[in-house]
């Protein structure tokens, strides 16, 4: 009977991260060191180009578009020096402010389109340059254009921390540079002494208006404050003590009312309660003390009291039974009785007339509280409308000397500008240096051009470099799947050509070089292919290739290899029934295999085959046919991997890749796990990222991705890392020839390569006895 077969292992139920759909996109994270280990050829080459390139710039620019300065010094400077400000008494305060501004005011008006008309305009300009031949037009030159070009070449700026100002002109030569810099300056010059005359006067006449409605406003507060004054304003001050002083007594005054009132309510609201009491009221102490003074109360106790005396004699001289006893007992017990029905009926009264006298002495509390509280209200009003005419009258005052203030200070600018116009000396523009002829270019510099040009060169090829990486959309080395979300890298197996140990084939590097590189990468995957499929206790471990040629059928015979090397019962199946190889690379039959199970003709023991490597068997694909792609999701499929799964330990199925079919993923809900095996610089990010979720959503358990193929010039960190390894491994390596290097022969090892037992016990791996353990 066919075994029962065992469902896939459920898959993990945690939340896992959400991530925009595609998995590609531009999500690359750059290693600078990584690029230039990588690309330092391309950037020596544009360092190299950039020199010559930028030589050869500097004597074309020299040649063809040389820049000469023409420069004119100007000196700026306040209105009054300091021996006048000191005799005018004018304030130096603003003084800093006020020079930055006219600086400004000037910078402009040098540059400024009615200056640059006139300097176009005049004879050395039109006759001693070069420059203006090229305005020229039927023998009349464009003024406009003329002018539009000598403000684009002309520039002016103050020197820091200085009053000193620069003008400068630039032009192709040198003459004309000096030409058409002294030609602004002189049309400059003349239009700011003409400016000053006029801007004088009208400054004067602007002043001293404005000084005349100041003082007309200033006569108007007066007169507003004579008129508060005249209305009892002297005696505001007695009026606002007294309000103040009626509010601090008024406030004890209801605090205490208050805080009364409070206690006679409490002690209201307790008795009250009390009389509500279903067990009758518990009077005061204070109660109980009047009625115990009651006339009646004291008559009835005092009667009482002899009684119980005649009561005592009688039971002496007759004893208890006798009739005169039983007299005196029984008017005994009647008084007492009277007494307790007079004592309830007074204290019922006096508590309700406590009660009352409560309520009489809080109606007299509410009705001090309130006429208090009118009597405060009414004194806040009167301190309010007070103070209110207090601060009307210092607000006029205040404003009134604001302005006396203000008036002051125009006076005092009015006198000053009086004081500039009355001097000759009060210029406040001086000109240090006219314009000379330059003997040297400003432009082009050697200094700047070639570093500029080598750094521009050599920015742009990087540029390109790092647009080549952000747009490369295909894996290249492990760090590129990193960045895909909900993805695990499990390892990376390099390239054959990386491998110093040459290995033979690809497909049997673990068993051929077992101290190459690449098998020591395969432990790596097999290390953490056993903590992923371990959690779960999986068995079945379905090897997906992303694209044909990628290599997961060697991937998948190398980790068969090293499980078996740790004596794991390991079963490999070919489930690739489109281009089957296992059966080739394991030197194997093809037939009978996986398609003889699928189609009933053979059962599954019948069809496994042994392997040279020991704890290592293969079921190939058998006599392919064109029915053998749609049984391998039948139920006949299951029962074979349910019977694997209780004779081995780990059973690794090959399929075919998955963007030429869907094999894998119609198979992957029958495995317990899935692995995606994809090759360097071949699948893109894109396309992992679609099979990641196609893999996700069947119910097997996706482990990770191991990345093959990967070669050094994908960084330059791989070809270090593979050759520690594996000098590591062989105590200074195997030559490219496979012959024992010169340290392992100084040291009389060996050069032959160890066996697999040697190697095992080298590596702390149990030696294989050459038998599959079949047992659980």
Not at 287 to 301: E, F, G, M, T, Y
Request: charged content about 25%; hydrophobic content about 35%.
């Amino acid at each position: 009977m066919s075994p029962t077969p065992t469902p896939p292992a459920p898959r993990p139920t945690g939340s896992r991260p959400t991530a925009p759909p595609g998995g590609g996109g531009l999500n690359v994270t750059i290693d600078p060191r990584k690029l230039l280990l990588q690309y330092w050829p391309w950037l020596a080459a544009s360092f190299i180009v950039g020199v010559v390139l930028s030589v050869g710039t500097y004597y074309a620019l020299l040649r063809f578009a040389p820049l000469y300065d023409g420069d004119v010094w100007f000196e700026f400077s306040s209105p009054l020096t300091a021996a006048d400000q000191e005799e005018t008494a004018v304030s130096r305060e603003g003084g800093e402010a006020e020079i930055e501004r006219f600086i400004g005011t000037q910078l402009q008006i040098m540059r400024s389109d009615n200056i640059l008309m006139e300097v176009v305009n005049t004879r050395p300009v039109r006759e001693d340059t070069r420059w203006i031949q090229q305005f020229i037009r039927h023998g009349q030159v464009d003024l406009v254009e003329a002018s539009k070009e000598l403000g684009r070449i002309s520039s002016a700026a103050l020197l820091p921390e200085s009053n000193i100002v620069r003008l400068r002109v630039q032009a192709n030569h040198a003459r004309d540079a000096a030409v058409l810099a002294n030609a602004v300056r002189e049309i400059y010059l003349t239009n700011l002494r003409n400016t000053n005359r006029i801007s004088s006067s009208d400054m004067l006449e602007a002043l001293n208006r404005r000084r005349n409605a100041m003082q007309d406003e200033r006569r108007i507060l007066e007169d507003r404050k004579q008129r508060l004054f005249t209305t009892g304003l002297e005696t505001l001050d007695d009026r606002f003590n007294y309000y103040a002083q009626q509010i601090d007594s008024l406030l004890p005054v209801l605090i205490n009312t208050q805080y009364a009132l409070d206690l006679s309510r409490e002690r209201l609201e307790r008795w009250e309660e009390q009389l509500q009491n279903p067990s009758g009221p518990t009077y005061p102490e204070e109660v109980r003390s009047a009625v115990d003074q009651n006339p009646i109360i004291q008559d009835l106790k005092r009667r009482i009291s002899g009684l119980e005396a005649a009561l005592m004699s009688a039971r002496e001289s007759y004893g208890p039974r006798h009739r005169q006893v039983r007299e005196i007992q029984k008017q005994i017990n009647g008084n007492s009785a009277q007494l307790e029905v007079e004592r309830q009926r007074q204290l019922t009264n006096s508590f309700e007339q406590q009660i009352e006298m409560l309520n009489n002495t809080i109606r007299s509390y509410e009705t001090t509280e309130a006429e208090t509280l009118a009597s405060l209200d009414e004194a806040r009003r009167s301190l309010a409308d007070v103070n209110r005419l207090r601060e009307d009258y210092m607000r006029l005052d205040s404003d009134a000397n604001q302005l006396a203030k203000e008036a002051r200070a125009l006076q005092a600018r009015i006198d000053e500008r009086q004081a500039i116009n009355e001097r000759a000396s009060s210029s406040r523009v001086k000109l240090l240096a006219a314009a000379r002829v330059p003997e040297r270019p400003s432009f082009p510099k050697l200094v700047v051009v070639v570093p500029a040009v080598t750094l521009l060169t050599v920015a742009l090829v990087a540029g390109l470099i790092l647009l080549r990486e952000i747009l490369e959309q295909r894996v290249r080395s492990p760090s590129d799947v990193q960045f895909i979300p909900r993805i695990r890298v499990l390892g990376l197996v390099p390239d054959i050509s990386e491998d110093p140990s040459r290995p033979p084939s690809i497909e049997r590097a673990v068993s051929e070089r077992p101290t190459g590189v690449i098998a020591e990468c395969v432990r790596q995957i097999r290390t953490e292919m056993i903590k992923q499929i371990g959690r779960r206790d999986h068995t079945t471990l379905l090897v997906i290739s992303g694209m044909p040629e990628t290599g997961g059928t060697a991937v998948i015979s190398n980790i068969a290899e090293s499980f078996a090397a740790i004596e794991r019962r390991v079963l490999i199946i070919d489930g690739n029934l489109r281009r089957p190889r296992m059966h080739e690379i394991m030197g194997v039959p093809e037939a009978p295999g996986l398609s003889e199970v699928l189609s009933g003709a053979r059962p599954l023991s019948e069809v496994i085959q042994r392997t040279e490597s020991p704890n290592l068997d293969v079921l190939t694909a058998g006599s392919v046919d064109a029915k053998g792609y749609e049984r391998l999701t039948t139920e006949i499929m299951g029962k074979a991997l349910a019977e694997a799964r209780e004779k081995y330990d780990i059973v690794l199925i090959d399929v075919a890749p998955a963007i030429v079919s869907s094999d894998a993923i119609m198979l992957a809900s029958r495995c317990d796990a899935t692995m995606l095996v994809v090759r360097a610089f071949s699948e893109k990010r894109g396309l992992v990222a679609r099979i990641r979720t196609q893999l996700e959503e069947t119910k097997a358990e996706f482990i990770g991705v191991v990345v093959n193929g990967v070669r050094s010039n994908a960084g330059g960190y791989f070809r270090r890392n593979f050759r520690a390894t594996h000098e590591y491994s062989n105590n200074g390596v195997l030559d490219p020839n496979g012959r024992g290097s010169d340290r392992r022969r100084r040291l009389g090892l060996d050069a032959e390569e160890p066996s697999k037992e040697a190697y095992a016990h080298r590596n702390g791996e149990p030696e294989s006895n050459g038998k599959p353990d079949k047992s659980e």
